[in-house]
């Protein structure tokens, strides 16, 4: 049995180094943070004995991951597309860089969960009416919100993905409790939304988007992403003959909001996006980055 196991491709377009100084134009990123794009191949196909729960051979956590990996594919398009819609009104090169590095990670992100997505499918867990259902809700954000909302929208998606990266799977011990064969597809994702956390930010940032659309749009996906990722959830632990493992429920609970309350613990970060002066690199995470990337990432991260 072979493990999942990252291929690089050799084509990493990458900007080296960590101690930039600071942008003035788009913002506080640090000048030389371009996102590297890495392009591994994860073969989940030849791994066929990874256990169903492979976190913490438990329902709930592993079923949440599931569902945010099925809502992976069509969100991160309308994140490529909400900031390609700007990408020639930019003029700042090293954002020019920053978004080229954002579209590449992002894609790359989405054909991985798409293989990880079908492997689960293949498994019985039913992402792909997930997938739809995500697909067909962002669509309606096509239709009806304006670009500059659209971008917003990412921009506060971005805070949580990164949020969730950083104070969530990297600070923590969940990557060590998952299978790892499985656990490598989510550190390389983890670290690459800590290192394009700003992208979308500074894009709305350099055409002058307002501060309560950006304000207003996080308020809504802040209800939106919870409730989205709960019905999911209950539907495949029902899917799964799991809806009455309290167990389960209330170890993720606890996980989750007591001890040691993961995203009771994010809050304070998550609250600062409501300052007039937030920017995503107010908190440097490039230390927790790079001890991950050296973990999980080796020689290709
Ligand atoms: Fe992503
Ligand atoms: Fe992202």
Excluded: C
Excluded at 23 to 47: C, H, Y
Excluded at 80 to 95: G, K, W
Excluded at 173 to 181: G, H, I, K, N
Aim: aromatic content about 12%.
């Amino acid at each position: 049995m072979n493990a999942v196991v990252p291929v690089r491709s050799g084509k990493a377009k990458a900007r080296k180094g960590l101690n930039g100084s600071l942008r003035t134009l788009a913002g506080k990123s640090p000048k030389d943070m371009i996102p590297k794009v890495r392009r591994p191949q994860f073969a989940f196909s030849e791994a066929q004995d990874i256990p169903r729960y492979w976190w913490d051979n438990d329902p709930v956590k592993t079923l949440l991951l599931a569902a945010m990996s099925a809502s992976f594919p069509p969100g991160e398009r309308f994140f490529i597309d909400s900031v390609r819609h700007y990408q020639d009104q930019i003029t700042d090169p090293e954002l020019k860089k920053a978004i080229k590095g954002f579209i590449g990670q992002e894609a790359h992100h989405s054909r991985e969960h798409e293989l990880m997505n079908g492997f689960l499918q293949e498994r019985g867990v039913d992402l792909a009416r997930l997938e739809q259902e995500i697909l067909g809700f962002m669509n309606l954000l096509r239709k009806h919100l304006s670009p500059e909302r659209q971008l917003a929208h990412t921009v506060a998606v971005e805070h949580f993905t990164a949020l969730m990266a950083e104070e969530f799977l990297l600070k923590y011990d969940a990557l060590e409790q998952m299978d790892p064969r499985i656990a490598p597809v989510w550190a390389w994702h983890a670290i690459e939304e800590s290192e394009h956390k700003a992208v979308a930010f500074d894009v709305y940032k350099a055409i002058g988007g307002s501060e309560f659309t950006r304000v207003t749009e996080m308020m809504i996906v802040s209800v939106l992403f919870p409730v989205f990722s709960a019905v999911h959830l209950v539907q495949l632990m029902k899917e799964d003959g799991q809806l009455g493992n309290m167990k389960s429920w209330l170890g993720a609970v606890n996980y989750m909001w007591g001890r040691p309350g993961v995203f009771r613990k994010l809050l304070p970060s998550y609250f600062k996006f409501y300052s007039p002066n937030f920017h995503p690199w107010d908190h440097d995470a490039r230390g927790l980055v790079e001890k991950a990337k050296k973990k999980w990432l080796g020689d290709w991260g």
